[in-house]
């Protein structure tokens, strides 16, 4: 049965893990979500800070000196998130373009400045306008000042995929012509940064042509800008994907991977963050703006409840082998269980291994979806948390859920009691590997 598995494995999954892991698109988008990380987890923190569950007076959290600061200074102390995740298709459309540019052997700067362009092209509007009395303190300037300003509401989650689709199309289009030599060249005694720039001067001719044309085309027919146009595209898929089943497919496939030898997690990594960063996003805006939040697989949910201790839960089987009276098994744990407290767990994976570990791939697969799936039904009922902040996945599982949650206590002692009875769940296997190596020891013998 194990060499029918591991067969299967060889033959089917692994070539087609492998088009997947080299696929340059879904590569240059993790790049994107990847560049994009830093502002997210600060604007994240930022966010939270000023919406601490402390200003409800029937709760014993209530401070009133934090209530009277934020009802005076939160409208400008949160400006941050606004320049950070409020703008975040922005970041994810730079780093696109930068990494595609890279893999076409172009100029990533430029390359990445051009996809920029295109997002903006399409997304935002820019008019004069006149502001009111009302919100004329805000931006420094008196009543009735006709100022330029530009339309902002697609730069956050909004315009994630307006940012992915036309950020791959500029490039595709920049490689062309390119190629084509349909460019401005000038002579090597040019300095390298002038000669480039001259490089993008008919690429971002073509682009600003073609997609202003889509722009008018959109909006003369169908009323809408066009990131409105593609999120009613994408919406029904956005909301199927957060849900229960896509959940359990996500976390079998990245853990199949891993079993295999392949970093799922990477191979999976574009697919999980665009979901997981719309989704995110979507919290935040309810958090802001005090409406109920409904988004479950969001920003770090995995590594809050699926991943502790790195893929297959392994802080668990760190724990359970350090209890280990093989001095092999015992030592691998001795050696893993400070990293795997961090989510590091390439020790446990290739030390142990748990790489095509016949014996260890049934808690390895399925601990994690068993962990995400009580967390995910936990989630929907309200009885913990919703993720509302990005933490780097670097963070404790528990000390995670904690932030990520807004301080919800009770997120956290999920993520506790997930860590226990994963390491209860492992026990069985990892001492019917142990009689394994003993068996193995003794006929090498």
Not at 101 to 112: D, E, F, K, P, R
Not at 226 to 241: C, G, Q, T, W, Y
Not at 310 to 328: C, D, F, P, Q, Y
Request: hydrophobic residues 55%; proline residues 5%.
């Amino acid at each position: 049965m194990n060499d029918k598995l591991m067969a299967i494995i060889e033959n089917k999954v692994l070539p087609i893990a492998s088009k997947v892991a080299s696929n340059r698109y879904l590569n240059a988008i993790r790049d994107g979500f990847v560049f994009s990380m830093p502002f997210a987890i600060v604007g994240s923190f930022i966010l939270l800070i000023f919406n601490l569950p402390l200003t409800d007076k029937n709760t014993f959290l209530y401070m009133e000196w934090y209530t009277n600061l934020m009802a005076a200074f939160k409208n400008d102390l949160i400006q941050p998130f606004y320049v950070s995740m409020g703008i975040m298709a922005l970041f994810v459309a730079y780093g696109i373009g930068y990494s595609l540019s890279g893999h076409y052997q172009l100029n990533s700067v430029t390359g990445g400045f051009l996809s920029l362009y295109s997002f903006l092209i399409v997304s935002a509007k820019v008019e004069y306008v006149t502001i009111i009395e009302s919100v004329a303190k805000s931006f420094l300037v008196n009543a009735d000042t006709s100022i330029l300003a530009m339309d902002a509401r697609y730069m956050d989650s909004k315009g994630l995929f307006v940012a992915i689709i036309f950020s791959i199309i500029s490039i595709e289009i920049f490689k062309v012509l390119v190629h084509k030599k349909m460019i401005i060249t000038l002579p090597d005694s040019v300095p390298p940064a002038i000669a480039k720039s001259f490089e993008l001067i008919i690429p971002v001719f073509v682009v600003t042509v073609l997609f202003q044309a889509i722009n008018l085309i959109i909006q003369k027919n169908f009323l809408i800008m066009v990131p409105d146009l593609v999120m009613k595209i994408f919406e029904p898929l956005l909301h199927a994907s957060d849900s229960l089943p896509s959940v359990i497919l996500i976390l079998f496939l990245i853990h199949l991977l891993w079993f295999a030898g392949l970093h799922g997690t990477n191979i999976l990594g574009a697919i999980v963050s665009s979901i997981t960063a719309y989704n995110i996003a979507v919290n935040q805006t309810a958090l802001q703006a005090g409406e109920a939040i409904t988004k479950v697989w969001a920003g770090s949910f995995f590594d809050c409840y699926a991943l502790m201790g790195g893929v297959g839960t392994t802080l668990g089987l760190a724990i359970a082998m350090v209890r280990s009276k093989n001095e092999h098994i015992k030592s691998i744990g001795k050696i893993s269980i400070v990293p795997a407290i961090f989510n590091i767990n390439e020790p446990i994976m290739f030390g142990t291994p748990v790489v095509m570990n016949p014996v260890l791939m049934i808690p390895f697969i399925f601990v994690p979806i068993i962990n995400a799936s009580v967390a995910f039904i936990l989630t929907k009922l309200n009885i913990i948390g919703h993720i509302v902040a990005s933490v780097p996945w670097t963070t404790p599982g528990p000390l995670g859920a904690l932030l990520a949650t807004n301080f919800n206590f009770g997120s956290m002692i999920l993520s506790l009691v997930l860590i226990f009875t994963s390491y209860l769940v492992y026990i069985p296997f990892l001492k019917a590997y142990e009689i394994s190596l003993e068996r193995e020891e003794a006929n090498n013998k």
